[in-house]
Structure formats: structure tokens, C-alpha cells
């Protein structure tokens, strides 16, 4: 009579237990119930978290950052690590894990617009995982471009005035925003470039780099022989032109029910218009609820890829 040994669980380090940490360690319960996956999450106050805690989802660290966490025992123990703590700690934390050998999911697709911070997280030898976010359909984008059939690809993000509210706008601008009533006009408070985007709005446009991300092109170079280092700085070269070539229109509308997601791409392959509305996460109504559901999607994938 044989036996058949139990596989170990796959550990998985969540950076960020908020509104989108929450939902995917949640996303993530028949794998934690069927003890194919340990979820850990870390985040910058244990305390002020105990209230979102979860049944088998370990919290970790104390005091009020993430840098009190023993990062050597940590990483040590995680087969995959997923970012869900936004743009600054993705920049922050995001490479020692990549240089460490483990592989990363990006949720704050935004801190690739940082070309030093992009270079490092694609430098491996860990691996980085992309989620799509609110937004998809980059699989039609991706191909179009792949074949340097994309010469425009155009953006616009319309949201409650509220949620774009930003601490560096004048007392004027924070009026005019605030003043808005549903029936009035929408307002665009920001056009330009993905970058630039981010940078004033970092919580508002990851779709806009998670687009850029998708519509880079392919690399010259694919074969095995490229080194990681090659490959990585041949992606980060077309992600840089990618954010050139993206455009950006953010709009207050106090009229939405939804934030709503319209990208136009054209070129020699077509031309293409995506609309997205999604329905806003439960644990945090400035948040997509379908983020959540992405980030669950990628994990899933990438533990499926993982070395055996």
C-alpha cells in the first residue's frame, strides 16, 4: 500500500494588510483551508490591525513600520511575496526582496514609473510579477505592441472629486473640487504623462503605469542566452519609452457611481477602446474592488510557475 505525501504549503508574505491585503488573504481562502498556502502579512502597525485580523493569517512585526521587520527570517521562509502597501513602500521594500532570490507581486504598479526603482526590481535574480489591477484586456494591447502595432495609447481615469483630493493643491483648487455637485461639469485636474501622474496622484493612477507596463514591446533580445541583468535593462528601456508614449487625463466627475477606466489605443495593428467600471472594494470605497481579485489571479499563477 503506498502513501502519498501531503505537498508542503506554499508561504506567502502579504507587505500590507489594508484594504487590498485584507481582501486577498480573504480572495485566498480555499487554498488557505486546503493547506496549500500559509498567508503571513506584515504590516506597519500590528496593533492598529487586529481589528482586520483573520482566521490562519499571521500578522507580523510590532511597532510602526515595516523596516522592524527581520527581513533576513522572513524572506528566508516566503515562496512568493505580494506588495499591497502602496507606490512609496513598493520603491522601499520591493528590490531587497527581488535581490533576495524571491519573486514579487507589484501591486503599486506605479513604482515602476521610477526608473531606478523599475531597474532594480527587474534586475532579479527574484522574480516580478505585474498585476493588471482595475483595468485588463492587456492581453490584445500586449500582443499589438509586441509587433510595434501601438503608436497612441491614451488613458482617462474619472473619479469622485473627493478621492482626488492631494495635499499639494492650493486652497483654491481643494475649494473647486469640494465645491462640485452631482449635474455640474467634470473637471480634469491632471493631463500629461504617466510619471507625472503618479508622482501627484499615487494613489489614484497605477492603471495608467500598469498600462505602460503592458504596452512596452517585446525585447530584442529573448533567447536564453541573455543574462538577467540584460534582459532587465532591455525591459526597463521599453518601459521608459512606453511612459513617453502613454498619455493621461484624470477628471473629477461628481456625477460617477463608479471610477471608470477608458484607454484608446491605436496604430498599424487598429484601433482599440476598453471601458472599465468596477465595483468599489468593501473594505475601503476609494479602492476597486477588482484589484483585489487581480492580485488573488497573479498569485495564483505565480505559484503555479514556482520552481518544484
Request: with cysteine.
Amino acid at each position: 500500500m503506498t502513501s502519498t505525501a501531503r505537498p508542503s504549503p506554499a508561504h506567502v508574505l502579504l507587505l500590507g494588510f489594508g484594504a487590498i491585503g485584507r481582501q486577498v488573504a480573504l480572495q485566498l481562502a480555499p487554498e488557505r483551508e486546503a493547506g496549500t498556502v500559509r498567508v503571513r502579512a506584515a504590516e506597519r502597525d500590528v496593533a492598529a490591525s487586529r481589528h482586520r485580523a483573520l482566521p490562519g493569517v499571521e500578522l507580523v512585526t510590532t511597532g510602526t513600520d515595516l523596516d522592524c521587520l527581520n527581513w533576513s527570517d522572513a524572506l528566508a521562509g516566503a515562496d512568493l511575496v505580494v506588495e499591497c502597501a502602496g507606490v512609496a513602500p513598493a520603491g522601499q521594500y520591493g528590490p531587497a526582496v527581488i535581490a533576495a532570490g524571491t519573486d514579487l507581486v507589484l501591486t503599486s504598479v506605479g513604482a515602476l514609473a521610477d526608473p531606478d526603482i523599475a531597474r532594480q526590481l527587474l534586475a532579479g535574480p527574484g522574480r516580478l510579477w505585474v498585476t493588471s489591477g482595475a483595468i485588463g484586456g492587456f492581453d490584445v494591447l500586449g500582443a499589438a505592441a509586441d509587433a510595434g502595432g501601438l503608436d497612441q495609447v491614451r488613458i482617462r481615469t474619472t473619479k469622485l472629486p473627493a478621492s482626488l483630493l492631494r495635499p499639494w493643491m492650493s486652497a483654491t483648487e481643494q475649494d473647486e473640487l469640494s465645491a462640485l455637485r452631482t449635474g455640474d461639469e467634470p473637471v480634469t485636474v491632471f493631463s500629461g504623462g504617466p510619471a507625472e501622474a503618479i508622482e501627484r496622484f499615487p494613489a489614484n493612477v497605477n492603471v495608467a503605469v500598469g498600462l505602460a507596463w503592458a504596452t512596452r514591446g517585446r525585447p530584442a533580445a529573448v533567447g536564453t542566452e541573455t543574462g538577467g541583468t540584460a534582459r532587465g535593462a532591455d525591459e526597463v528601456a521599453l518601459l521608459r519609452r512606453s511612459l513617453d508614449r502613454v498619455r493621461v487625463e484624470l477628471v473629477a466627475d461628481p456625477s460617477v457611481e463608479r471610477s471608470r477606466h477608458e484607454i484608446l489605443a491605436e496604430g498599424p495593428a487598429g484601433r482599440f477602446e476598453l471601458s472599465f467600471e468596477s465595483a468599489p472594494s468593501p473594505e475601503n470605497p476609494k479602492t476597486s474592488g477588482l484589484t483585489a481579485l487581480s492580485v488573488a489571479r497573479t498569485i495564483r499563477e505565480a505559484l503555479e510557475r514556482r520552481p518544484r
